[in-house]
């Protein structure tokens, strides 16, 4: 017959599970994978994301790439699909899962500055994770995407598309 655990017994094994679950992973230096829709929407500083197999890209928030485009030569690339809008200034509309068929529109040199983002993040974040792997080395993406870029109270530019 099986004994039932007492409500202080089934609430410690409960706590010791949350806890647990919470320092799972929490090494802030070490390589995770961690995409940045997987983090806090709309973070107030610029995380480093590390990639599985290897490199980073920067997710920034709305604020610093808003700064980042006013003071910095960027090539800025819209991925989400189908098209809801852009930040203005972009440079090309390369889908997130293309991006690496069509390589020839992005710089040749894998160390230039390249920013993605999407709507949500969540393209942007493979995207990034596919140039990462191969060879992009000074990517940024936009936490929480043009979502969090409007909410942000920064304008969004919606073209006719034909």
Do not use: K
């Amino acid at each position: 017959m099986r004994r039932a655990l007492r409500p202080t017994t089934g609430f410690l094994v409960v706590a010791l599970a949350v806890v647990l679950g919470a320092c799972a992973g929490s090494d802030p230096g070490a390589p995770t994978g961690q995409a940045p829709s997987a983090m806090p929407m709309g973070s107030a500083e610029a995380m480093t994301v590390y990639v599985d197999g290897g490199g980073t890209y920067t997710s920034v928030p709305p604020r610093q790439l808003a700064t980042m485009l006013e003071a910095e030569d960027v090539v800025l690339v819209n991925v989400h699909v189908p098209y809801e809008g852009e930040i203005e200034g972009t440079d090309a509309f390369i889908p997130y899962d293309q991006v690496a068929s069509r390589l020839a529109e992005l710089p040749a040199d894998r160390t230039a500055r390249v920013v993605l983002y999407c709507r949500s993040g969540r393209m942007s974040t493979i995207a990034a994770q596919t140039l990462v792997g191969l060879g992009f080395t000074n990517l940024v993406e936009l936490d929480g995407g043009f979502e969090a870029w409007r909410s942000a109270g920064y304008e969004l530019v919606e073209r006719p598309q034909g």
